[in-house]
C-alpha cells in the first residue's frame, strides 16, 4: 500500500518523526510547545485555600473532562507550582472557565509569582465547598471539586477532582453575551462566534 497524499512539506515532517522515533529520542521542548501551540485552548484559573487560610491559585490551560459517572476532570499542574502543596493539602479547589470580558486581566494576574493575587478580585467561599475561592468577575463557568487523584507525570501532576458543583454564566437577556478566552502561540483571543455561527450556517 502506497503512502496517503500529505501536503506539501508534510513528507518531510513525517520522515524527521520517523527519524527521531527510530532513534528513540525525545521530543524538544520548542517542537512539544509548538506541538500544542498549533490550536486555541481554553483558559482557565485555579484556586484553593492555603494551610494558612489564604486563597492561593494559578491559570492553566492543561485541563480535560474525565467522566461523566461520576462527574470527574482533570488539571495538569507544573510541580514547581506554588499552589501545588496547598491542593495536595486541601484536597479541594475551583477551576474557572474565562471569558473574554475581564478573564485576560485575571489569567494574566494568576500566571504570575505575586503572594497578592487575589487583591481587588471579587471572589467568595464555594457554595459546596467552603474552602474553594470562587472568582465573580471574568468568569464564563465554574466548577467546584474535591480532590479525588494526584498522579506524578514527567514533571507535572495530573489531578483528578470530582465536581461538586457547577455554575455557569446565563446567556441571553439584556446583557452583552460573554464568549470563551483563548489561548494560542503566547497570545490570549476571544472566540469568534460570529464567524463560527456563519461557517456552521454555510454548512447545514
Same mark, same amino acid.
Given at each position: 500500500?502506497? +503512502? !496517503? @497524499?500529505?501536503?506539501?512539506?508534510?513528507?518531510?515532517?513525517?520522515?524527521?518523526?520517523?527519524?527521531?522515533?527510530?532513534?528513540?529520542? #525525545?521530543?524538544?521542548?520548542? #517542537? =512539544?510547545?509548538? *506541538? *500544542?501551540?498549533?490550536? !486555541? /485552548?481554553?483558559?482557565?484559573?485555579? /484556586? /484553593?485555600?492555603? +494551610?494558612?487560610?489564604?486563597? /492561593?491559585? *494559578?491559570?492553566?490551560?492543561?485541563?480535560? #473532562?474525565?467522566?461523566?459517572?461520576?462527574?470527574?476532570?482533570?488539571?495538569?499542574?507544573?510541580?514547581?507550582?506554588?499552589?501545588?502543596?496547598?491542593?495536595?493539602?486541601?484536597?479541594? =479547589?475551583?477551576?474557572?472557565?474565562?471569558? @473574554?470580558?475581564?478573564?485576560?486581566?485575571?489569567?494574566?494576574? *494568576? #500566571?504570575?509569582? +505575586?503572594?497578592?493575587?487575589?487583591?481587588?478580585?471579587?471572589?467568595?467561599?464555594?457554595?459546596?465547598?467552603?474552602?474553594? !475561592?470562587?472568582?465573580?468577575?471574568?468568569?464564563?463557568?465554574?466548577?467546584?471539586?474535591?480532590?479525588?487523584?494526584?498522579?506524578?507525570?514527567?514533571?507535572?501532576?495530573?489531578?483528578?477532582?470530582?465536581?461538586?458543583?457547577?455554575?455557569?454564566?446565563?446567556?441571553?437577556?439584556?446583557?452583552?453575551?460573554?464568549?470563551?478566552?483563548?489561548?494560542?502561540?503566547?497570545?490570549?483571543?476571544?472566540? @469568534?462566534?460570529?464567524?463560527?455561527? +456563519?461557517?456552521?450556517?454555510?454548512?447545514?
Amino acid at each position: 500500500m502506497g +503512502s !496517503p @497524499d500529505l501536503p506539501q512539506g508534510a513528507h518531510d515532517a513525517q520522515q524527521a518523526y520517523e527519524v527521531t522515533a527510530v532513534k528513540g529520542m #525525545a521530543v524538544r521542548p520548542e #517542537a =512539544f510547545r509548538d *506541538f *500544542f501551540g498549533a490550536v !486555541p /485552548t481554553a483558559v482557565a484559573v485555579v /484556586t /484553593t485555600t492555603g +494551610s494558612d487560610g489564604r486563597p /492561593t491559585g *494559578f491559570t492553566c490551560n492543561a485541563f480535560s #473532562a474525565v467522566s461523566l459517572d461520576p462527574a470527574l476532570l482533570l488539571v495538569c499542574v507544573d510541580e514547581r507550582s506554588r499552589t501545588l502543596p496547598a491542593l495536595l493539602d486541601s484536597k479541594v =479547589f475551583a477551576l474557572h472557565l474565562l471569558a @473574554d470580558n475581564g478573564g485576560e486581566s485575571l489569567a494574566r494576574v *494568576f #500566571a504570575g509569582r +505575586s503572594d497578592q493575587k487575589f487583591a481587588g478580585a471579587s471572589w467568595q467561599g464555594g457554595n459546596s465547598i467552603p474552602d474553594c !475561592p470562587v472568582l465573580l468577575d471574568g468568569v464564563l463557568a465554574y466548577t467546584e471539586c474535591a480532590l479525588e487523584q494526584s498522579v506524578p507525570a514527567g514533571d507535572h501532576r495530573l489531578l483528578i477532582g470530582r465536581m461538586e458543583r457547577v455554575w455557569t454564566r446565563p446567556r441571553g437577556g439584556t446583557g452583552e453575551d460573554a464568549h470563551p478566552l483563548l489561548y494560542q502561540q503566547g497570545q490570549f483571543v476571544a472566540w @469568534d462566534i460570529e464567524a463560527a455561527t +456563519s461557517a456552521m450556517a454555510a454548512r447545514a
